[in-house]
């Protein structure tokens, strides 16, 4: 079992910035790597970007339309990941969601979820 809790949300205004915050804790959390998606109203949950630890490197990924504006870290020792979120749009907006994703799976989906945390672009 892997429990993420997920902090950082809000309301900003277009160009702003936010970062979010993701903790997880587990027993297995070394078979994962971590990710975050989102799903706005309506929409179905989507990739935002990923971030993975193997051989004593650091890999990201991000989904293309992003790349630019959001950057992921983490700290592997304390088991956090974040998600720097610059320039945002209302298109932004939505509840993202931090994920677990067993290693050597896609980023299409996550085995495990955090609670979501809300983020609202005003225009």
């Known amino acids: 079992q892997v429990q993420l809790v997920e902090s950082g949300g809000g309301l900003v205004q277009t160009g702003g910035s936010l970062r979010l915050s993701c903790a997880a804790s587990?027993?297995?959390?070394?078979?994962?790597?971590m990710g975050w998606f989102r799903q706005a109203p309506g929409k179905e949950r989507e990739f935002v970007a990923g971030?993975?630890?193997?051989?004593?490197?650091?890999?990201?990924n991000y989904a293309d339309s992003l790349k630019g504006r959001f950057a992921i870290s983490g700290d592997n020792a304390k088991n956090t990941v974040s998600l720097q979120m610059n320039s945002l749009k209302p298109e932004d907006t939505g509840v993202y969601y931090c994920?677990?994703?067993?290693?050597?799976?896609?980023?299409?989906?996550?085995?495990?979820w955090g609670q979501g945390t809300q983020v609202t672009v005003s225009s």
């Open positions: 994920g677990a994703v067993r290693l050597g799976s896609g980023w299409s989906r996550a085995d495990y």
């Open positions: 587990g027993r297995t959390l070394s078979s994962y790597a």
């Open positions: 971030i993975r630890y193997m051989g004593g490197k650091t890999y990201t």
